[in-house]
């Protein structure tokens, strides 16, 4: 499947859909134009927009013929609560998509997602679905009701949770379990993980891989003022072939999926 152009258009608001912690699917009426896992938007309310710029998400779900299509939020500012005010109806401006996908030669990576990082991964989980298989799935958060959208995923995917605090699934960290899955030969070097979560996480997850023989690919939460390459606004310092030499890359344009060797930090 290829990703169709970048478009902006006006959207209706089909439904939120509550995901538990505090976590909604935006659903929007389409067109949603084919668009590969890791791929965003950038969002805004038609009306009654609080604050200058659109936000980022990962398209979270889409319906097979583009009919419609949503967004994993959490409400944590004035532009996700602005989006979490809309009535069926209300207008969403979508710009999208953008950016670069996670890579589509790597089989069976193993996928680690925390909190609203999950939203990169279940339209690859229907994908590997749709081929009859089953991707891996490592899914943490503080607690139970942090691992919003856990019921659309559990049917599509091999599933395996972990909270801090042990409310559900592994006690623990997700990366600890990771690390249990590889002491165990769930997981073997050599395979590939594609991450999405807090900063603090993905760090943590880029360590392991790279003391455990993993190759690690990390969807990045950098902040976003334009989302397709204009302001310079989401740089971040990068090395390896792939940048020619420039020791920056715009996450907008050559992310937000980098592999973890070709971050600098």
């Keep these: 499947m290829l990703s169709a152009p970048m478009q902006t258009r006006v959207h209706a608001l089909r439904r939120l859909r509550e995901l538990g912690g505090g976590s909604f699917a935006v659903e929007v009426d389409g067109p949603i134009p084919a668009t590969l896992p890791g791929q965003f938007y950038m969002l805004r309310t038609e009306k009654r927009w609080p604050v200058l710029l659109p936000r980022p998400f990962s398209l979270y779900d889409r319906a097979a013929d ?46 680690v997602a925390g909190g609203v990082g999950l939203a990169p991964f279940l339209l690859l989980a229907r994908e590997y679905k749709a081929q009859g298989r089953n991707l891996r799935l490592l899914f943490g958060g503080r607690n139970r009701a942090a691992l919003s959208g856990l019921e659309d995923v559990e049917p599509v995917a091999r599933v395996f949770a972990s909270t801090d605090d042990g409310s559900h699934g592994f006690h623990g960290m ?92």
Excluded at 76 to 81: A, H, K, L, M
Excluded at 194 to 202: Q, R
């Design 174 to 265: 997700v990366t600890a379990l990771l690390d249990d899955l590889i002491a165990r030969g769930e997981v073997k070097a050599g395979e590939v993980v594609f991450c999405c979560g807090p900063d603090p996480m993905m760090h943590a997850v880029a360590a392991l891989c790279e003391k455990r023989g993993l190759r690690c690919f990390l969807s990045l939460e950098t902040y976003m003022a334009c989302g397709y390459g204009v302001c310079n606004g989401c740089t971040v310092k990068v090395q390896g072939p792939r940048f020619k030499g420039w020791p920056y890359s715009r996450t907008c344009m050559e992310g937000p999926v980098y592999e973890a060797c070709e971050l600098v930090h």
């Design 66 to 111: 583009g009919s419609w299509g949503s967004f994993l939020v959490k409400g944590v500012g004035e532009g996700t609560r602005a989006i979490l005010d809309l009535a069926p109806g209300e207008g969403l401006v979508l710009n999208g998509p953008l950016g670069q996908p996670f890579p589509r030669d790597i089989d069976n990576p193993i996928c």
